[in-house]
């Protein structure tokens, strides 16, 4: 009974300091136009305001006509090289490309035969954790949320590193192809714990082969059986190479950016990243995704009435559907307009698995989907430039029909975007020198102090609030 009491108070002391919160943080919308200024650091025209260059990752979605923006089809492209070559060049030779891919984003050039042996030697080096660390660590108090055991894990590396702090690039390097060598057995040994300790599943710890790709390690670890085909790796290995790198603007990567800029370590920059990336707006929309659908699936009588699936669309969009956060997941793209090459990529590999998997009634619903989208939100939001399918819109369908579990969907997109920060942190590193301070300007009227004696309700809450 007294547990209940203090509980209620609590509620009841929380609920008003949230208010107070909620109230003290709002700010007047039109104060943003007045002062010029530059929400989500985006310009009056919806781009990135410009903030740093790099030589890494090129996100191509316009070209400017006498000084028109004109959209044009989405192209990416690592260190000079379009990923549709990229991509078409490992297939044709039949071998995985994730291992090149970041050898080139770290490298900035393709390596040769002897090259890329050499590096996956190295990274098979790396590959092993410290003694003891999945038993100390990941398995100790797992956490459902798989990118949080990344992260605590991550931070938990930097104990075992004799030089953790030394950011000479040499070092940084060392440390960076070790968080890329072992994130798939942080990942799926968080999984493995997670799905054990909360779900009564067996306990399976797998360690890591050299000789394996990463795509194949991450599936033979997964597995109880350590079981997989060449197909289901090299589909889960195009999706590592598509998922790898994106420019510095994109959240996760900026984020590198300005963590690195203070000087501080590896093991702090990727954890931040990690957190970043999370995100349901960003890298985490991939699990949003596949639940989203799965409420479509719940929801919708006729699969293939348009009317029924754009007027649920509109529900989600009113937030009166789905998660009530307004957001269609998997549509929509800072910069991206017109498509975004990797769900162009992805949703050829998902038709063609569809149709053998006997999918073709859900992937016509994606593609619906896919299709209604864009129309609905154009229809309720002011656009600066179209919305299409984004890389995490068809990539859930892909792990799904891996067999990969929803809490791998995004760990999976850390596993391989790790590369990109790594990429991004030496850049950083190796051209600035400035730390990233960007300003915000206080709108908030200058008061004059009030003794505690005189403080009462009314006054310190018209004063305060
Ligand atoms: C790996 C990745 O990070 S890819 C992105 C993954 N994220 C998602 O799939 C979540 C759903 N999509 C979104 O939330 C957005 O499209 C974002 C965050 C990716 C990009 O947002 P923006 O840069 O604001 O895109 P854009 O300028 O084209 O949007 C214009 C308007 O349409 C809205 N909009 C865009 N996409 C969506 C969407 N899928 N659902 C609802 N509204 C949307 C935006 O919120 C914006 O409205 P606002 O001006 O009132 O804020
Ligand atoms: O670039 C962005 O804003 C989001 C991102 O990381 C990606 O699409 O891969």
Redesign the pocket.
């Given at each position: 009974m007294g547990d209940y009491i203090l509980e209620q108070s609590e509620e009841k002391t929380l609920r008003e300091f949230s208010r107070m919160a909620e109230k003290s943080s709002s700010i007047n919308p039109e104060l943003y136009s007045k002062y010029q200024v530059k929400r989500?650091l985006?310009d009056l025209d919806?781009r990135g305001v410009l903030v740093g260059l790099t030589e890494i990752g090129e996100v191509h979605s316009y070209i400017l006509d006498e000084g028109e923006i004109v959209p044009v089809p989405g192209r990416l492209i690592y260190r000079g090289y379009d990923i549709a070559d990229l991509v078409k060049g490992f297939k044709e030779d039949n071998r995985y490309g994730f291992e090149e891919t970041t050898y080139l984003l770290l490298f900035g050039q393709l390596p040769d035969q002897q090259a890329l042996e050499n590096f996956q030697q190295l990274l098979a080096q790396y590959q092993r954790l410290p003694e003891d660390f999945a038993r100390d660590v990941i398995l100790k108090a797992p956490s459902r949320d798989i990118m949080n055991t990344i992260a605590r894990s991550v931070l938990a590396l930097y104990s075992f590193d004799d030089n953790p702090d030394d950011t000479t690039i040499s070092n940084v390097l060392k440390q960076c192809l070790g968080l890329i060598a072992c994130f798939p057995s942080l990942a799926v040994y968080g999984y493995q714990a997670y799905s054990h300790y909360h779900d009564n599943q067996s306990l399976y710890i797998h360690s890591p082969r050299t000789k394996l790709s990463t795509a194949e390690n991450i599936l033979s670890m997964l597995r109880p059986d350590s079981n997989y085909t060449k197909l289901e790796a090299k589909l889960l290995d195009l999706a590592l190479v598509l998922h790898a790198e994106?420019g510095g603007g994109?959240?996760s990567s900026f984020v590198t950016h300005v963590v690195t800029s203070t000087g501080t370590d590896t093991y702090s920059a990727m954890s931040a990243a990690i957190g970043a990336l999370k995100g349901?707006?960003?890298?985490g929309?991939n699990i949003?995704?596949v639940q989203m659908f799965e409420d479509i699936k719940d929801k919708l009588k006729d699969w293939q009435d348009d009317e029924e699936i754009e007027r649920y669309l509109t529900q989600i969009?009113t937030k009166e559907a789905f998660d009530r956060s307004?957001?269609?997941?998997?549509?929509?793209?800072?910069v991206y307009?017109i498509s975004d090459p990797r769900a162009v990529i992805l949703k050829e590999y998902v038709a063609q698995l569809a149709r053998e998997k006997g999918l073709e009634d859900e992937f016509n619903l994606y593609a619906a989907v896919e299709r209604l989208?864009p129309q609905v939100?154009s229809k309720s939001?002011?656009?600066?430039?179209g919305?299409s399918a984004?890389?995490?819109?068809y990539s859930g369908f892909v792990y799904r029909m891996l067999n990969i579990p929803i809490e791998m969907f995004t760990p999976i997109?850390a596993i391989s975007r790790i590369v990109g920060w790594s990429a991004h942190r030496i850049e950083e590193i190796v051209n600035s020198g400035k730390i990233i301070r960007p300003a915000y300007k206080s709108v908030a009227p200058r008061r004059n102090y009030i003794r505690m004696f005189e403080r009462t309700e009314e006054k310190t809450y018209e004063k305060n609030v």
């Open positions: 989500g985006r919806g994106h994109n959240n349901p707006r960003h890298g929309a949003k995704v969009l307004g957001l269609i997941y998997g549509i929509g793209h800072a307009s989208a939100i939001n002011k656009m600066y430039k919305v984004n890389v995490d819109f997109f």
